[in-house]
């Protein structure tokens, strides 16, 4: 018998020490590599060159409430040989520079502050970087802490925002604003590096535009799994790609996803439901479409376009216009997943991977219009109440039947309330999760918290009432192997020609065989046979045949998923290493020339590194007015899924392939787990490389 250790001795032993210890080889190869610098930053200094070529068009509310920053053009950033003269004096001089986390996590965040902070070095040994702990409440509240080389080194191409933490907290009140620039000031701030999403740069904007006065400069990262920063200017050129942390969080979902695809392929009896994140825009789902050919994934963008050509063609006989034809409600979206599912039904296949965007709802008319108008109702009372609408209402009940006055006022003739009688009625038909979910606190921007909501089980409840229907129809049916069908037959001594024709609607027709939509019970079962004329009145079902039949009743098992926080906390991928480290080194190089109001950027990311150019692009032109909490808001314009881009229409040709409803194997692609190093990771996101074809 091997002697026992004390658990002492076991935690103490070198092997388990080794085995356990957080530094592993992962741990030590990441934070051993060094991501290669764009060409310019190899230079001793650079310099900013203003591009006229690039045409935005400004938005009027942002000229009025911007004018210091309006006039900003893209700056491009050039390598400058010596480092003498006054532009090189100052780049090199000492400056205090403060980074701040704004928003959800995203994978590179760590890479951002390790180029400010190598720049920062490179430039002049006495720089200081300074990180605002907990997002902007550090900035308001002056929680800060100097970073250092070592924890820079502890978290280079490492994940997640550890190192100074984020939040949500939006700097939108001229309270909050005196605050953050009282603490700018009091630390000797040079510059404040926002890196967030299009709320962050929103107000990283706002915060430039305020503290220009003190010579603080503020500068924008473009941060975000969801993807939906692009930028292009009005003629089309893409200056920004991507946002950082996509690439990563992708390839996370899709590595998940994969497994899913294969372990349904070879279980063969669940649907697997995959919500993955991205609040409003699908650009993650279409990139995980891309990645994996899951059987089913839905596009917001690609939804809202649809239009009901029966509802048109039924309005234009009547001279009239249906507007409900336009666009998609939750009653079609089931029948186009129901589709899919019956048609794979038909040829045996009784699993599956759906990918459903978290946002899917925003593009869905009727659910669009209650989160738009419950966004108005909450915003109101919240400006007209000492008490806030979610303390007041606490219990759902509470809330609807403070919507139901709202609907019995505007009976009455109120003309404030923007909620009647039609939605308070529409409303209650909803689940009560559902109802609860759209109710939910928005978020310090005024967004809608998609996260939180069981987008998946409102539209699954749909989808399976809609099975059921089409079962008890004899529509839906699980398609028999015609070879397997024969052979049961064969072996049980039967005539399967004799049985055919009488079971299937497309006997000797299809290598699937359907049972006929008149069989949908072992009654209906016997009563064929009977009326065929193969068996007796009272006789018993042949086993093999009630095996087949048996085998022909669909039975729609799921699993449902959710990848989001676990994508967003991963490691990020060579992609995003690269880009995240060279986005901090741009970050260094605006300030250092005096820059303010940009957001740093690298252009030709779709392109080989060698063509990457990075540069500042001016916030305040990419600003438009948009509802938010019931008002309309200056913010940054979200980029959604282009229906006309390359990315989507390779995944929409591929549509039917996918799907796979044909006898045979899927299509199912595996793209592997992120690698840091090895050849199996794509180097950067296929809706990237896709997109970049033909410009
Ligand atoms: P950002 O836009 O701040 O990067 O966050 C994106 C996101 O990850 C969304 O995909 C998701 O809907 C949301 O954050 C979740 O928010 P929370 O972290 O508050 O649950």
Request: net charge negative; aromatic share 8%; with cysteine.
């Amino acid at each position: 018998m091997p002697e026992t250790l004390s658990t002492d001795k076991l935690l103490s032993h070198p092997e388990v020490m080794r085995v356990i210890d957080k530094v592993n080889p992962e741990f030590i190869e990441r934070t051993a590599y060094r991501p290669p610098a764009c060409d310019v930053f190899t230079a001793p200094a650079t310099e900013l060159i203003g591009d006229d070529s690039y045409y935005f068009e400004t938005d009027r509310e942002a000229q009025a409430l911007l004018p210091g920053i309006i006039g900003n053009k893209v700056q491009r950033i050039k390598g400058k040989a010596g480092s003498e003269g006054a532009t090189a004096k100052d780049y090199t001089h000492c400056r205090t520079i403060g980074i701040v986390f704004s928003g959800g996590p995203a994978p590179g965040g760590h890479n951002v502050i390790a180029g400010i902070y190598d720049a920062a070095k490179k430039a002049n040994p006495e720089n200081v970087i300074l990180g605002f702990l907990m997002g902007p409440d550090g900035i308001i509240e002056n929680e800060v802490i100097e970073i250092t080389g070592a924890m820079v080194d502890a978290h280079r191409n490492m994940g997640g925002f550890t190192m100074i933490k984020t939040g949500r907290t939006k700097i939108d009140t001229s309270k909050k604003m005196a605050l953050s620039r009282e603490t700018c000031k009091k630390l000797n701030l040079d510059a404040l590096v926002v890196v967030g999403g299009d709320d962050s740069n929103t107000n990283a904007a706002f915060l430039a535009q305020e503290m220009a006065a003190d010579g603080i400069q503020v500068i924008g990262v473009p941060k975000t799994i969801d993807g939906d920063i692009q930028v292009r200017d009005a003629t089309g050129e893409v200056l920004c790609a991507m946002s950082f942390g996509f690439h990563t969080a992708a390839r996370a979902f899709a590595n998940a996803i994969g497994n899913l695809c294969t372990d349904s392929s070879s279980d063969v009896k669940y649907w697997h439901i995959c919500k993955v994140m991205g609040r409003v825009a699908s650009h993650l789902a279409l990139e995980v479409a891309l990645q994996t050919h899951a059987n089913m994934t839905l596009i917001g963008e690609d939804l809202a376009d649809y239009t009901d050509q029966r509802r048109l063609e039924r309005a234009a006989a009547d001279n009239t216009t249906d507007y409900s034809a336009y666009g998609i409600t939750l009653r079609h979206l089931s029948r186009v997943i129901c589709d899919g599912i019956v048609r794979r039904a038909a040829v045996g296949k009784k699993y599956g991977v759906i990918v459903i965007p978290e946002g899917i709802l925003e593009f869905v008319n009727e659910i669009q219009v209650f989160i738009l108008k419950l966004n108005t109702i909450i915003a109101d009372y919240n400006t007209t109440h000492d008490r806030g609408f979610h303390k007041t209402f606490s219990m759902l009940e509470d809330k609807l039947e403070f919507l139901r006055r709202l609907a019995r006022q505007s009976e009455e003739g109120a003309s404030t309330t923007v909620w009647n009688r039609r939605d308070d009625d529409l409303f209650n038909d909803l689940p009560a999760f559902f109802q609860e979910g759209l109710l939910m606190e928005r978020d310090s921007h005024g967004n809608f918290p998609f996260s939180q909501v069981e987008t998946d089980k409102v539209i699954m409840g749909m989808v399976k009432d809609y099975l059921e229907i089409l079962r008890e129809q004899g529509r839906y049916k699980v398609g028999i192997e015609a070879a397997y069908y024969q052979k049961t037959l064969e072996k049980a001594g039967l005539d399967p020609a004799l049985f055919g024709p009488v079971l299937f609607r497309n006997w000797a027709k299809a290598p699937y065989l359907l049972v006929k939509a008149s069989i949908i019970s072992i009654k209906t079962l016997a009563q064929a046979l009977e009326a065929a004329g193969i068996m007796g009145r009272g006789e018993p079902i042949p086993a093999p045949v009630e095996k087949i039949y048996k085998k022909s009743v669909p039975e729609f098992k799921t699993q449902t998923h959710f990848y989001g926080y676990d994508g967003r906390g991963s490691d990020p991928t060579r992609f995003d290493c690269i880009y995240t480290y060279n986005l901090g080194l741009t970050v260094f190089n605006l300030v250092a020339n005096g820059a303010t109001g940009q957001m740093a950027a690298i252009k030709n990311l779709e392109g080989d590194f060698s063509t990457w150019e990075p540069m500042g692009i001016p916030i305040a032109s990419l600003m438009h007015l948009e509802e938010r909490k019931g008002k309309l808001e200056l913010v940054i314009e979200k980029s959604t899924v282009d229906i006309n881009s390359n990315a989507f229409r390779v995944a929409e040709a591929s549509r039917e392939d996918w799907l796979a409803a044909h006898p045979g194997e899927d299509h199912f692609r595996k793209p592997g787990p992120i690698r840091f190093t090895g050849k199996s990771e794509e180097d950067r996101p296929i809706t990237l490389a896709l997109n970049a074809i033909g410009r």
